[in-house]
């Protein structure tokens, strides 16, 4: 149970978009649609922002988007705010009903 | 509101046990599977393991299993992580979280410091 690689950062600057990814196998990221996506400012609880490849939960802006091609996932930020400097973690479905995350991406809005 | 409100902070020596909470209300707690995840100091999020509240179910993740039981009272509404022997490894932040769809990790405890 590797876990999936996400780059360690990624930065931009407010009003910018930013992409990031999550690198699993053929037998996580590759081999189901569910991955998800969580934010995570440190001290607080992990939100999520992305389930099932694709979807955002109600409540969560449109300027996060993800897809999936293959063995890779990726997190688009679009429109870069303040509030979105945090760390975002990837999670792939694992045969067996169990899971694993990403190594986690901190992002800076510079 | 569907809630998870873990157990307070803890500070303990290695070789002693340990057991921290993780209370879910708001929702049918047996409909919904809980697992457990930890972050190590500086480090990133790591599945540890789940349990079905309706039968009491686990799985866990290779390098937990035979280290800590997940374990859960229908009747409290409670999800545990229980350490018999704790080791300095085990500094970290424990999450608990549901999930919602079977598959997604929402909603997700406050988390519970563990330092040993």
């Known amino acids: 149970q590797s876990a999936l690689t996400q780059p360690a950062s990624v930065s931009g600057s407010p009003g910018q978009s930013i992409t990031i990814s999550c690198t699993g196998t053929?037998?996580?990221?590759?081999?189901?649609?569910?991955v998800s996506w969580y934010q995570h400012h440190p001290g607080k609880a992990p939100k999520i922002i992305i389930y099932?490849?694709?979807q955002r939960p109600s409540g969560v802006s449109d300027r996060f988007s993800a897809s999936k091609s293959d063995n890779r996932a990726s997190l688009t930020i679009s429109g870069l705010q303040a509030e979105d400097e945090a760390d975002y973690y990837c999670?792939?479905?694992?045969?067996?009903?169990?899971?694993?995350f990403g190594g986690g991406t901190k992002v800076t809005v510079l | 509101e569907v809630q998870l409100v873990q157990s307070g902070a803890q500070v303990k020596k290695t070789g002693e046990s340990l057991r921290i909470s993780c209370k879910g209300s708001?929702?049918?707690?047996?409909?919904?599977?809980i697992s457990w995840v930890r972050q190590m100091p500086g480090k990133g999020l790591e599945w540890m393991g789940r349990?079905?509240?309706?039968?009491?179910?686990?799985r866990y993740r290779t390098s937990s299993q035979g280290h800590v039981t997940i374990s859960v009272d229908k009747s409290a509404t409670t999800a545990y992580l229980v350490w018999n022997s704790l080791k300095d490894s085990d500094n970290g932040i424990y999450y608990c979280?549901?999930?919602?769809?079977?598959?997604?990790?929402?909603?997700w405890g406050q988390g519970t410091l563990v330092i040993v």
């Open positions: 053929s037998s996580d990221v590759g081999a189901y649609d569910y």
């Open positions: 979280a549901r999930h919602r769809d079977g598959i997604r990790f929402d909603p």
């Open positions: 349990i079905d509240p309706s039968d009491s179910f686990t």
């Open positions: 999670c792939s479905y694992v045969r067996g009903v169990t899971w694993v």
């Open positions: 708001g929702y049918n707690f047996t409909n919904f599977l």
């Open positions: 099932d490849v694709t």
